[in-house]
């Protein structure tokens, strides 16, 4: 069952982290939601680019029910967002902003965080009522940059991705970040493909470690 709009955001805001899953196979993927969970990782972003995301989102919704949120990622357009949203997405994220995706995921009580970089972005996302806007992509948006823009924006949910690792999360966090998505450097390929599910659990709890260390010290 698809989770509502504010219990995704709710547990965002609580957690910080978003898995980010983007790789060339489906297979192991309603096993590595629960391998996330065990680490307190409960947010599994599967971008539309894996060969049969709608079918991997709904085989993970239907096991795990409420136990994770399970998102669509690299939503670019409307149509899109409503496959997702009827495969069971409980929320939507995208590379770009664009303003009928949002319509379209809050029309049926969904999250959605589309994707920024400038000013003028950030501001049209926020007419348009985003819940979490995705600075997009981290090897621009640096820490330093969260800053600048959140002197003129001030309270307004900010999240990067692309260059999100152990090194670079925290000073997210500290700059202003609500919370962080997170490639690559959480779900690595090989242990995905390979079953490695411990040490892709050791690798959440770790994320969840320095997000929640940042948080404090803040």
């Known amino acids: 069952m698809r989770q509502a709009r504010g219990s995704a955001l709710d547990a965002m805001m609580a957690t910080g982290v978003v898995a980010v899953v983007r790789v060339d196979e489906p297979d192991g993927l309603v096993r590595l939601a629960q391998a996330l969970r065990e680490g307190d990782v409960v947010h599994t972003e599967i971008t539309m680019t894996v060969p049969g995301a709608l079918a991997a989102i709904e085989a993970t919704v239907r096991e795990h029910g409420d136990e994770v949120f399970v998102g669509a990622g690299t939503v670019r357009d409307a149509t899109a967002a409503r496959l997702a949203i009827s495969a069971g997405a409980s929320f939507i994220v995208s590379p770009c902003l664009n303003p009928d995706v949002v319509e379209m995921a809050h029309r049926y009580g969904v999250m959605v965080a589309p994707g920024c ?102």
């Open 117 to 218: 970089l400038t000013p003028t972005e950030i501001d049209q996302a926020c007419a348009a009522g985003a819940d979490v806007i995705k600075l997009f992509p981290g090897r621009v948006a640096t820490p330093g940059y969260f800053k600048d823009v959140l002197g003129p924006f001030p309270g307004v949910r900010l999240m990067p991705t692309g260059n999100v690792n152990l090194e670079t999360a925290p000073e997210y966090i500290k700059a202003g970040a609500i919370g962080i998505g997170v490639g690559k450097a959480l779900v690595d390929a090989a242990a995905l493909r390979e079953g490695r599910w411990s040490d892709i659990t050791a690798n959440a709890q770790r994320f969840r470690t320095v997000v929640d260390e940042a948080r404090a010290s803040r």
